[in-house]
């Protein structure tokens, strides 16, 4: 099973016959053609009732293809990172709280991208990967041309007492640490595949 974030909702990519017949909730596509999916995606992000849609076929591998040739993949790799007091990091942009994360260079593993972007927006130089997480998915349109983000997660440990500077020229307006045991406030104000990781 997969999961594609469109406007904040999940569209829901599954080869289980029984997700798919038992989730009444859900408005559900038995995927044949292409142009399912750009209408699974279209409606998650124009109508405002919809909360989920769930896209069926049989053969997972097969539909997960014909999304890599239909739509634009852009990579990308970020990080949960914890402090020495067991905080966790996150940044505000765009009137949400985010993890620090940022695109894949050409040459780079997903594992350098999240070490430099959380080097490059937060200000922060000594931070090493524990263990990958899952990995998230979300669409969005540039120009006319449909993306699909896939971004790598890992849990970073930080050691050091750094101040925090925000990568202002990405519209980053603040860098915070929370306690892990108290993360309300970012949760209740970020996005559903950052709230995934948690």
């Keep these: 099973m997969y999961k594609i974030f469109a406007s904040n909702k999940p569209l829901i990519i599954t080869d289980q016959q029984q997700l798919f017949k038992e989730n009444s909730a859900n408005v559900f596509i038995h995927y044949q053609v292409p142009e399912d999916l750009t209408i699974a995606i279209d409606n998650l992000e124009n109508l405002e009732e919809l909360n989920s849609v769930v896209v069926y076929h049989n053969n997972l591998k097969e539909l997960w293809k014909q999304i890599?040739?239909?739509?634009?993949?852009?990579?990308?790799?970020?990080?949960?990172?914890?402090?020495?007091?067991?905080?966790?990091?996150?940044?505000?942009?765009?009137?949400?709280?985010?993890?620090?994360?940022?695109k894949k260079e050409s040459d780079e593993m997903p594992a350098e991208t999240a070490i430099r972007e959380v080097n490059e927006e937060c200000g922060l130089s000594n931070v090493a990967i524990i263990e990958p997480l899952k990995?998230?998915?979300?669409?969005y349109k540039l120009g006319t041309e449909r993306i699909i983000k896939k971004t790598y997660w890992f849990a970073m440990n930080y050691e050091g007492d750094e101040v925090l500077v925000p990568q202002k020229e990405e519209g980053i307006i603040n860098?915070?640490?929370?306690?892990?045991?108290?993360?309300?406030?970012p949760l209740s104000n970020t996005y559903r595949s950052i709230q995934e990781l948690f």
């Design 135 to 139: 990995t998230t998915y979300h669409t």
């Design 175 to 185: 860098a915070k640490w929370f306690p892990k045991n108290n993360l309300v406030e």
């Design 68 to 102: 890599g040739s239909n739509f634009k993949i852009i990579e990308a790799a970020g990080g949960k990172v914890f402090n020495e007091s067991e905080e966790i990091l996150f940044i505000e942009r765009f009137n949400k709280w985010d993890l620090p994360k940022g």
